[in-house]
């Protein structure tokens, strides 16, 4: 066998050092772009990164194509309006709703070139935003917010005393905002969860009954854990066809779908609107055991986050897509993200066979990888117009696209805003988390018309 020349042993040595690399970059810890087929669908993803100012547009090479910065921090959502702007929820501080990570309490409209044109709070001692909102077609903005009771008030509307921690109770409300010039805002709808209570703990307050009879109704007494914020309703979906509004209950475990139809009188009743039901619950999904229709051995939600319907054009159009976090309480110490097939009539309301749970039993879909997907907050899920699934495991920073068969065709760990490592807990091993968080991320085809004529080249 003949000698390599030295020549050749420095490329071979070059080529070992190359591949070593490689692997290495394969490993925990990447960042960016680090898997990119022609199977992911064209677009931009807007990604609003916790703890920093900034809001990114990037590409699928991960390079960032515009940016807004702003004076508030961030507090969960945000949405790139069709007109270039950009929807957002911002922190306002509240010493009456003291939760780190939900409360929001702002909401701010800023225009590609930066200009803020609306600068709008909810945020007082009886009300603060949190969470989410919900861009409408017709300019308004659907806002999910705490209200805050008295232990006075949960006891007399049927609450156990014993699950009422520092004197309050934070039940939600929903609220139609309309924008009025720079800082104003008209409340033209509102939905408050108090007035579509039930309770079997004491007969002699109001809204006794059986939860099992009432799936229309909240049990009042159903909780997980006793503090204030005793559902911790994490997002909010609208669907015009509909007219129907789809809501999150994280600690139920549960999604909950009402009526915007209705009048705001219509909706602190159990009767009115295009469905006949007033504020009552159309739909409810997810853990029957909330309202002892099942048992615990039923519960397929767990922690879920981003619960909407695929809107009309895209592959599985009409189907709800949820990101199902799992917890290590739960024993589901993994994510999976989750399709459903509600089951609805032509005339929009959801059918339940006998006195059972409503449907569906199966899944339409499931994207499951329990060694890698796996965070207990935030999150979210996407349909694509090609038929994909972007998918954010927001605790992580990892945002990735998925084939109808599972198969990644676009990956993304992000490195974008604040540089501080956060840690999670799986299985009782503490791992540190490589990307920096967020609370979703959000495709946007290269046709949107919030890109007409605008300078998307990277910066």
Not at 13 to 26: E, K, R, S, T
Request: proline share 7%; with cysteine.
């Amino acid at each position: 066998m003949q000698t390599p020349a030295p020549s050749c042993q420095r490329f071979a040595v070059l080529i070992l050092f190359v591949l070593v690399d490689v692997v290495a970059c394969a490993q925990p810890g990447q960042r960016g772009v680090v898997r990119k087929s022609p199977q992911a669908s064209p677009g931009y993803t807007l990604i609003a990164p916790f703890g920093g100012q900034q809001t990114f547009l990037i590409n699928l090479d991960g390079q960032v194509v515009h940016s807004w910065t702003t004076e508030r921090k961030p507090s969960q959502a945000a949405y790139l309006l069709e007109d270039g702007s950009l929807l957002r929820t911002a922190k306002i501080p509240n010493s009456t709703f003291n939760i780190p990570g939900g409360p929001a309490g702002g909401i701010q409209k800023i225009s590609w070139e930066g200009e803020l044109l609306w600068d709008y709070m909810v945020a007082d001692d009886q009300r603060l935003a949190h969470h989410d909102i919900e861009p409408m077609p017709n300019g308004n903005v659907l806002v999910v917010a705490w209200e805050l009771k008295s232990r006075d008030e949960a006891i007399a509307a049927g609450r156990n005393p014993a699950t009422i921690e520092h004197n309050a109770l934070w039940p939600e409300m929903v609220m139609e905002i309309q924008p009025v010039g720079k800082t104003g805002g008209e409340v033209v709808w509102e939905w408050r969860l108090w007035d579509h209570l039930v309770q079997s703990f004491d007969k002699s307050k109001s809204n006794f009954g059986q939860p099992a009879e009432h799936p229309e109704l909240i049990d009042l007494n159903y909780v997980d854990r006793p503090i204030a914020d005793w559902i911790h309703m994490n997002s909010i979906d609208y669907n015009p066809q509909l007219d129907q509004i789809l809501l999150c209950g994280r600690t139920f475990d549960e999604i909950w779908v009402i009526d915007h139809s209705t009048t705001t009188a219509e909706a602190a009743k159990h009767s009115g609107g295009r469905y006949g039901h007033g504020g009552d619950m159309l739909y409810r999904w997810g853990n029957p055991f909330a309202w002892f229709a099942g048992s615990p051995f039923d519960q397929v939600l767990f922690g879920q986050h981003d619960p909407h319907w695929i809107p009309p054009g895209l592959p599985g159009a009409g189907n709800i897509l949820i990101f199902n976090n799992g917890s290590d309480r739960d024993q589901r110490s993994f994510s999976t993200v989750d399709e459903l097939t509600p089951p609805q009539n032509q005339d929009g309301n959801y059918e339940r066979s006998g006195q059972g749970a409503f449907g569906p039993k199966t899944l339409t879909w499931q994207f499951k990888d329990p060694d890698n997907l796996f965070s207990q907050r935030v999150s979210g899920a996407q349909r694509l117009p090609n038929g994909n699934t972007l998918i954010c495991s927001g605790e992580t920073g990892h945002v990735f696209e998925v084939a109808r068969n599972g198969t990644v065709v676009w990956d993304f760990h992000n490195e974008l805003g604040a540089t501080t490592q956060k840690r999670q807990t799986k299985g009782g091993a503490t791992t540190s988390l490589g990307g920096v968080a967020m609370f979703r991320a959000t495709r946007y085809a290269p046709d949107y018309p919030a890109f007409r004529a605008r300078d998307l080249s990277p910066k």
